[in-house]
């Protein structure tokens, strides 16, 4: 059963396509725009194809660490060693991005932290892996681990840093997904990510990501580069109440990505406006309740409802409440009923979950056997 809702909340809810982004091109081999809110995607290209993740693939890395600071599994204060495999490897003589630390340094996790984030250390990211799985190739299981855990099908990582294995592969959407997690699900530590600089071993070094400084509200994440993967990078940037993630790969320099990086960022705050549907516990509409003291129940969503919409395009957005009836009372607040879905132009963009705002109990012998009769009526119309 489908239920329209009132016209003017039509255009108030949007899980966005590349319908509304024809007008953006970029010369990215792999990209994607998302709204950080609601994860409509304003824009893609290639968003699925796989791809090597470059130094990107310390997003991950970052995440398992993250996961395991926040469980209570490790201190911020506890110390890895450099081994000299790691020193040989990652350190100031592999040629690779380094942090300068010292063979046999302990150094604290959150310094380690700060190699990998701010850095890009190689030796760093190496460093964690060792001391938390024992390897490189026991991290990349947990590495894999989590990215299962979070909702990531397709990638899959080999080792910490993200240097060259031909089985080390991400998509543009997932890193997409990947910094929208680690932004939702670690707000202390992500703030690291926009830290302009840091120091070690008397070397200083200024965060590698282009556009913070250059777009407002710029705050993370990680670049990347290799010679198969060409220069890539995973943004996000907020500006009031409105965030926006994006990643693009495939860049043939330095100077292309920071210009396309920027050029992307302000189109997306340019273009689209984000707008409340609904407040946490506001109700949505009603589905039809047969056999009940009422004769509907109230629908909500989990929490509020944004939006994030293209400007001049609020016409082309249709909303409708979509429900399996009859539904039969006695029905428990917060027991599922319907969703909340999306069209733009005929095309379902987003699903929103709606539950029950109330209990509403058994209705009294005459006011079930109406709806016994309505009920009957109506199966007699469908099956005509």
Do not use: C
């Amino acid at each position: 059963m489908i239920m329209r809702l009132a016209a003017a909340a039509l255009f108030l809810l949007a899980g966005l396509t590349g319908a509304f982004a024809q007008s953006f091109e970029t010369a990215a081999k792999q990209a994607i725009v998302m709204d950080y809110e609601t994860g409509s995607v304003l824009f893609q290209k290639n968003a699925d194809e796989l791809m090597p993740p470059a130094s990107m693939a310390k997003l991950m890395t970052m995440e398992v660490v993250f996961d395991a600071v926040k469980r209570g599994a490790l201190e911020l204060d506890d110390t890895f060693t450099i081994s000299k495999d790691v020193w040989q490897r990652g350190g100031a003589t592999s040629g690779g991005s380094t942090m300068f630390a010292d063979l046999n340094d302990d150094i604290a996790l959150e310094n380690l932290i700060r190699g990998v984030i701010v850095q890009s250390g190689n030796d760093a990211a190496m460093a964690i892996a060792e001391g938390m799985a024992g390897s490189e190739t026991g991290f990349a299981g947990l590495m894999n681990q989590r990215a299962r855990r979070i909702g990531l099908e397709k990638s899959n990582f080999t080792n910490s840093t993200g240097l060259p294995d031909p089985n080390q592969r991400v998509t543009a959407r997932e890193l997409g997904l990947l910094a929208r997690h680690l932004i939702r699900t670690y707000p202390e530590l992500y703030q690291i990510y926009a830290e302009p600089e840091f120091t070690w071993n008397k070397v200083r070094q200024r965060n590698r990501n282009p556009i913070l400084g250059r777009v407002d509200g710029a705050d993370g994440l990680k670049t990347g580069y290799t010679e198969a993967s060409g220069y890539g990078l995973t943004a996000s940037a907020k500006v009031g109440d409105k965030r926006i993630i994006i990643v693009l790969n495939g860049m043939s320099s330095q100077a292309e990505r920071r210009n396309e990086a920027i050029k992307m960022m302000r189109w997306a705050f340019r273009a689209f406006q984000s707008i409340k549907l609904f407040e946490e516990g506001e109700i949505v509409g009603e589905a039809t309740l047969f056999g009940g003291a009422k004769s509907g129940v109230p629908l909500k969503a989990e929490g509020a409802l944004s939006i994030f919409v293209p400007v001049g395009f609020r016409d082309r957005l249709k909303a409708d409440i979509v429900f399996q009836g009859p539904i039969k009372a006695p029905v428990e607040a917060g027991t599922r009923i319907g969703k909340l879905q999306v069209s733009v132009d005929g095309e379902v963009t987003q699903e929103t979950p709606l539950y029950a705002a109330e209990d509403v109990g058994t209705g009294t012998i005459t006011q079930r056997a109406v709806d016994a009769v309505q009920e009957l009526l109506i199966g007699l119309v469908r099956f005509d």
